[in-house]
């Protein structure tokens, strides 16, 4: 094992971190907001990948048109479902939306899998990036895929500007209002509701974007969402749960650490996420990032 291979890995675990901080940072503006956990995440994540794939093969756009309208035909979606099926659950028990949209995941994942196979004949399909992000780029240390820089450099970039929104704006301000205190934000006439569905529309939408970026390395299947999903609760639980910070920081940071830890002992791989979960709920039951309960 030398310096450039160790370098190679870590260019690795920060495109995998990438998925994890723009799954992550989606999951945490749902949770921040709504207070409920988003489990059809990874299928929708899933979803944003075949959207991309079936507007390349139905109707002919490429990458570029594709990296646009597939999140946000996932985010309009997202909202119809907010509106037409979550709604319905806020106020009770949080097991009620957990199995709600295990459902929805599972049903996602059964239809999309039954779509590729009757109107594409495939059970799993590679999806091209563009020309101009193929080939490598020589870095001086490492030779690295065009197209996974691409992956890193605009996860980075949505990431930054999520956070900014949030932190930083009216927008923002507006957000943490009707989360913190619906009534007197709708004291002011604000339509707490349609900014709900607005934050939940964006927040899988970002998973829509996740997918369409993922699709050309990890090639378009109905249950590629699953196991990534798993992960990325992890890494919400390690940021802290509804820490916009935290679920960036902690995404990149478990890529990383994933990968150099396959490097040393592939085995630990897979594992080493959820030993690092547990050992930051012993130290800070609320996450790196996050607030204590009473503090929210």
């Keep these: 094992m030398n310096a450039q291979f160790l370098l190679i890995q870590v260019f690795n675990g920060l495109v995998n971190g990438a998925f994890y901080a723009l799954l992550s940072l989606g999951l945490a503006v749902i949770f921040g907001m709504l207070r409920i956990v988003n489990f059809a995440h990874g299928a929708l ?3 944003g990948a075949f959207t991309a794939f079936a507007l390349g093969q139905v109707f002919g756009l490429g990458f570029w048109p594709s990296l646009i309208l597939a999140p946000l035909i996932v985010a309009l979606l997202g909202m119809l479902l907010e509106r037409g099926l979550l709604s319905r659950l806020y106020g009770l028990e949080p097991s009620y939306n957990l199995l709600l949209t295990f459902g929805l995941t599972l049903l996602t994942q059964d239809l999309v899998k039954q779509v590729m196979l009757s109107r594409f004949a495939v059970s799993s399909a590679p999806y091209t990036p563009p020309e101009m992000l193929s080939g490598v780029v020589n870095l001086g240390f490492v030779v690295f895929p065009k197209y996974r820089l ?8 949505i990431c930054l500007v999520t956070w900014f929104v949030i932190e930083k704006t009216r927008v923002g301000a507006i957000i943490r209002a009707s989360t913190e205190n619906p009534g007197v934000t709708r004291a002011f006439g604000i339509d707490v509701s349609k900014w709900v569905t607005g934050v939940f529309g964006v927040g899988v939408g970002l998973a829509g974007l996740a997918g369409v970026l993922a699709a050309p390395i990890y090639s378009v299947e109905p249950y590629m969402g699953a196991e990534l999903i798993i992960t990325t609760f992890a890494v919400v639980v390690i940021g802290g749960m ?5 679920s960036v920081v902690t995404g990149f940071a478990v890529g990383v650490l994933a990968a150099i830890g396959s490097a040393f002992y592939p085995p630990i791989a897979n594992t080493l996420v959820f030993i690092l979960m547990a050992l930051v709920l012993l130290v800070r039951p609320s996450g790196l990032f996050g607030l204590p309960e009473g503090a929210r």
């Design 242 to 246: 509804g820490s916009i910070l935290g």
């Design 150 to 157: 691409f992956v890193i450099a605009l996860a980075l970039v």
């Design 45 to 47: 994540y899933m979803l």
